[in-house]
Nanobody, 120 residues
């Protein structure tokens, strides 16, 4: 079982920056790919960025050049550096991860989300 906890959300003016964190915990923790998703009010959840266990990254077109995804050396904490924020980035941001642990290999987990509000 993997627990994911996001932090770092808040309110910021357009053009500002925020750094989100996602901390994974659990027994015999081994994490494979990790992702950020977001869900704006009244909209479906959408993909933001992903990072593999090897450090390869991919981004949604809407955030390319503004957001940077990364992981710590242990691979259990993921970050999202968000620069040049726009009002349309306002959403609840969710952490998502695939386990490669011995007892739950291939299981997918979600965090509860952290709210980002960008005002114009």
């Amino acid at each position: 079982q993997v627990q994911l906890v996001e932090s770092g959300g808040g309110s910021v003016q357009a053009g500002g920056s925020l750094r989100l964190s996602c901390a994974a915990s659990g027994l015999r923790l081994r994490i494979n790919n990790m992702r950020w998703y977001r869900q704006a009010p009244g909209k479906q959840r959408e993909f933001v960025a992903t990072i593999t266990s090897g450090g390869s990254t991919n981004y949604a077109d809407s955030v390319k050049g503004r957001f940077t995804i990364s992981r710590d050396n242990a691979g259990n904490t993921m970050f999202l550096q968000m620069n040049k924020l726009k009002p349309e980035d306002t959403a609840v941001y969710y952490c998502n991860a695939d386990s490669r642990g011995p007892s739950d290999y291939g299981m997918n987990y979600w965090g509860k989300g952290t709210l980002v509000t960008v005002s114009s």
